[in-house]
């Protein structure tokens, strides 16, 4: 059975950096990924998405331009590479990942399946 496993989470400085990383074990992986976080009190909302192949890529407005998404199909890895963090990402970050036979990134979170348990990240002012 398929796990995601999210690590590189932290605590940070407002305007620095951390790279967050999604491994999915059990067998090979090439399913549509996304990168989800969810702070105190607010609902789950998107942050990254990426295609099976890596080509199509979807962003947040809040995060556009600071954070990248990438994948490494060799190493089963996704990762969310943030930048210029803000006290605004503070959130636990969640990857996810799409059925099979849906390959493109998707923005809306009930288009995924599987989830990770979620890394924290703090960005302090």
């Known amino acids: 059975q398929v796990q995601l496993v999210e690590s590189g989470g932290g605590l940070v400085q407002a305007g620095g950096s951390l790279r967050l990383s999604c491994v999915a074990s059990?067998?090979?992986?090439?399913?549509?990924m996304g990168w989800f976080r969810q702070a105190p009190g607010k609902e789950r909302e998107f942050v990254a998405a990426i295609g099976w192949n890596g080509g199509n890529t979807k962003y947040a407005t809040s995060v556009k331009d600071r954070f990248t998404i990438s994948r490494d199909h060799a190493k089963n890895t996704v990762y969310l590479q943030m930048n210029s963090l803000k006290p605004e990402d503070t959130a636990v970050y969640y990857c996810a990942s799409r059925p099979s036979n849906y390959p493109s990134a998707s923005d809306y979170r009930y288009d995924y399946d599987l989830w990770g348990q979620g890394t924290q990240v703090t960005v302090s002012s």
């Open positions: 059990g067998r090979t992986f090439t399913n549509a």
